[in-house]
């Protein structure tokens, strides 16, 4: 059992979406509603809620329109926290679509369909139950086809995207994430599973280092980790290769898209909710960078 820091934010409920997003920008997936709709709680080990940490929350939610006067932070340091039994009674069945739901492994009886997922996110790894990761599930759906060759799945977290990929028919998968901590947590979804055969995964920043292409790329992440991936795509794609993108807010679209362009990519389909986009793109001419595998 960890030892953590507790930040609570004391608001009206709606500029909890607001925040919700904020905190997502920030890296964090586990947040709570305080009693009575007081507003929002999160926790933190203590060597991330650093001071820097909480300017750039408040730069953050100002750009949300949320102005300092309309809320309140208060910060309890060392708060012993149980994940299992303070976030597990939050987390239930999820619907994506007619044939997929994100089920969590203790409620697996809830898994009807062959395409359903079972997700243990762990801590603050995510319970996919975020509008990014709902797009991007969707959007595999609808543009991986049955018996794809291959895929890679880069910043995998808890591997929600490339289980969905294996269950969709996806031959050959790899992911990858650069916190070993979040490769273990995938490890163990794969198997919950039974989709560990069909993927390979493994510690590594972006696509540095990576020397194959493949015919799907899904990347549901940070703006900033994302911007730095962008030139990495193309190279890693076979001929008419397809990229999935999420993580980015709606206003980021253009920009993301001139950005995308000029690295050989056209969208095909633009996926979004009021605050978040999902791209879909698709390699324009040949590549001879990578290898195909």
């Known amino acids: 059992m960890k030892v953590w ?4 934010i004391f608001t009206l409920p709606q500029n909890f979406e607001a925040i919700s997003s904020t905190l997502l920008l920030q890296g964090i997936t586990g947040i709570e509603l305080l009693p009575q709709d007081q507003g929002l709680t999160i926790y933190l080990p203590a060597d991330q809620l650093t ?19 309309q809320y309140q932070i208060e910060i309890i340091k060392n708060v012993t926290w149980n994940w299992g039994q303070q976030w597990q009674p939050y987390y239930h ?14 409620q697996k009886e ?31 759906e609808q543009f991986c086809p049955p018996q794809l ?10 591997g929600i995207l490339a289980i969905a990929a294996a269950k969709l028919g996806v031959q050959k998968i790899w992911a990858y994430d650069l916190d070993p901590v979040a490769i273990s947590v995938a490890e163990t979804n794969f198997h919950l599973n039974h989709c560990q055969d069909q993927i390979k995964v493994r510690t590594n920043s972006l696509l540095d280092g990576i020397d194959r292409q493949v015919d799907l790329i899904t990347a549901n992440m940070l703006e900033e980790p994302l911007r730095q ?6 190279p890693h794609l076979k001929a008419q290769g397809q990229v999935i993108l999420s993580g980015f807010l709606t206003e980021k679209t253009a920009e993301l898209q001139v950005s995308l362009q000029a690295e050989g ?15 879909v793109l698709q390699k324009q001419g ?5 290898t195909n595998l």
């Open 5 to 8: 820091n507790q930040l609570k």
């Open 51 to 69: 001071h820097s940490w909480q300017e750039e929350l408040q730069e953050r939610l100002q750009k949300f329109q949320v102005q300092p006067s």
């Open 93 to 106: 069945a999820s619907r994506i679509s007619h044939f997929m739901q994100i089920v969590p492994p203790w």
């Open 110 to 140: 809830l898994a009807t369909s062959p395409y359903d997922l079972l997700i243990d996110p762990q801590e603050s790894f995510g319970t996919g139950e975020h509008e990014t990761t709902k797009l991007c599930l969707q959007a595999l």
């Open 149 to 158: 060759a291959s895929l890679i799945d880069v910043g995998t977290g808890t």
């Open 229 to 234: 991936l962008i030139p990495q795509l193309a």
């Open 265 to 279: 990519l056209k969208m095909i389909q633009l996926m979004q909710t009021p605050t978040w986009g999902c791209l």
């Open 286 to 290: 040949e590549d001879v960078h990578a």
